[in-house]
């Protein structure tokens, strides 16, 4: 369940949405000169029409695959309407495993030495 204080976005996509599909990528420096993160979402409805999507390019301040994922999640998470219930799909499995020990439990103190743990705070606010 969503329940949005304050967004990151102005944009709020309509309570149809039953699916947000979340992806992101990091291109490491050998392919660029610096590394390039970037991150999308695509909002689905019930009947399988996209009303929505979204792509985004990332700072690269300690970039990782990882963190860009975890950028899509936050990201869709904040169009939704407050109280939605939808389903996210990943490829990322350590995205499922982290969203399990950091958003699906009770807040842990260890939690603030691990990487990515402001995002993960943040997608937790978003939800509370």
């Known amino acids: 369940m969503l329940n949005q204080g304050s967004r990151i976005s102005d944009i709020l996509l309509p309570s149809s949405v039953s699916t947000l ?10 392919s660029h000169l610096t590394p390039s993160m970037a991150y999308a979402w695509t909002a689905i409805d019930s009947d399988g029409f996209i009303l929505e999507s979204h792509y985004n390019t990332i ?6 695959a990882l963190r860009s994922k975890i950028f899509a999640l936050l ?3 904040d169009f939704l309407p407050q109280y939605s219930k ?8 350590q995205l499922i495993s982290l969203w399990s020990t ?4 009770p807040f842990i103190p260890k939690m603030l030495k691990e990487f990515n743990h402001l995002l993960w705070s943040s997608a937790r606010a978003i939800i509370s």
């Open 75 to 77: 990201h869709g998470l």
């Open 59 to 64: 700072p690269s301040l300690f970039p990782s």
């Open 86 to 93: 939808i389903t996210v799909t990943t490829d990322c499995a």
């Open 21 to 30: 599909y979340i992806d992101g990528s990091f291109l490491p420096p050998s």
């Open 102 to 105: 950091y958003v699906n439990a």
